[in-house]
């Protein structure tokens, strides 16, 4: 159930410059900001620290960081962010292959030992409480530096964020989200239009 209707985009000429960003990622303004407009300065710091976050700066691509955010909303049970981090990878040169293989990471050759280390840790970071194990940040740290490690968690961080918002806010999955992770998700148990 919606609990605060999002607003027209452009009814904050700051946000709708800064959301731009969401063109490229998504292609298309997500219900999430439009609904932040209502406290502008919370919607700019937000797509200010997702840009931030998402921004390429050593060996995570953006596709591993989608995959990232999709496994780790995966764990918190948000659909609305599942459906926007598949076609973010996905518009990330993620292939078919990889998306219906995130499922089983931990056993595709799809992945690699570096990948299966982030991704472990990402589901293990997202749970409450929280399950990283020392054997866990110890893979971790086998295969990425820790600038790395500060990108990969903050994704995870941005995401948990992200996943309290929009199942509070009960926000509403946008149709072009929703067609892609149809497609996509579906056999995976994505029903079209139960997001929820």
């Known amino acids: 159930m919606l609990l605060v209707t999002p607003l027209e985009k ?48 050593g060996r995570v691509t953006a596709e591993q960081k989608r995959f990232i955010g999709m496994l780790t ?19 990330y ?10 499922w089983d990471y931990q056993s595709s050759p799809l992945f690699t030992d570096a990948e299966r280390a982030a991704f472990n840790f ?32 903050g994704v995870v961080s941005l995401f948990g964020f992200l996943n309290r918002w929009n199942d509070s806010m009960g926000t509403s999955l946008e149709a072009a989200a929703d067609e892609f992770a149809s497609a996509t998700l579906g056999p995976h148990g994505w029903e079209k239009g139960k997001h929820g």
Request: with cysteine; hydrophobic share 45%.
């Open 10 to 57: 452009g009814s904050s000429p700051a946000v709708a410059e800064l959301a731009a960003f969401f063109d490229e990622t998504l292609g298309f303004t997500p219900n999430s900001v439009l609904t932040m407009q209502r406290r502008p300065e919370i919607a700019e710091a937000f797509i200010n620290l997702n840009k931030a976050v998402m921004t390429n700066a």
């Open 73 to 91: 909303s995966l764990s918190s049970g948000c659909r609305y962010c599942q459906a926007h981090t598949a076609l973010a990878a996905q518009r």
């Open 93 to 102: 040169g993620a292939s078919d292959e990889r998306l219906d293989a995130i």
């Open 122 to 153: 990402a589901i293990a970071a997202a749970s409450v409480p929280n399950a990283v194990t020392p054997e866990i940040a110890d893979e971790l740290r086998s295969h990425w530096n820790e600038a790395e490690i500060v990108e990969i968690l």
